[in-house]
């Protein structure tokens, strides 16, 4: 059951990461402007999320 809900919470964040990186890569190709890039870098936040729901929760979300 852990690695379940393990690979559920990493398997959602991917999704989500990949998602904004398609987002940014179609606006960047559209405006022909590489400064859209500099957004994916938020992805960075998304990873040090990942880290810390993983390690502090164990995979299991917040409340809210």
Do not use: I, Q, S
């Amino acid at each position: 059951m852990e690695a379940m809900v393990l690979l559920n919470a990493l398997g959602t964040r991917l999704l989500f990461a990949l998602h904004a990186l398609l987002g940014v890569w179609r606006v960047a190709e559209v405006k022909k402007e590489r400064a859209y890039w500099l957004l994916a870098l938020l992805n960075l936040l998304l990873c040090l999320e990942t880290a810390l729901t993983l390690k502090l929760k164990r995979g299991r979300g917040y409340k809210w």
